[in-house]
């Protein structure tokens, strides 16, 4: 379950940084990197905890 979350933010991630690429819509490319750095804190804390 924890990793179907952590993938979940990556997908958010990509999703958002393709809406994002329109002009206009930066709100959408700072989510991104928001839900970019959420996926590799999970990764990461993922690995320390296993």
């Known amino acids: ?9 990556l997908i ?4 958002l940084y393709i809406v994002g690429s329109v002009p206009g819509a930066t709100v959408f490319f700072i989510a991104g990197l928001f839900a970019e ?3 590799w804190i999970r990764l990461f804390q993922g690995e320390e905890n296993e």
Not at 12 to 15: D, G, N, S
């Open 1 to 9: 379950m924890k990793h179907i979350i952590t993938f979940s933010c």
């Open 12 to 15: 958010a991630a990509i999703a």
């Open 37 to 39: 750095m959420a996926f």
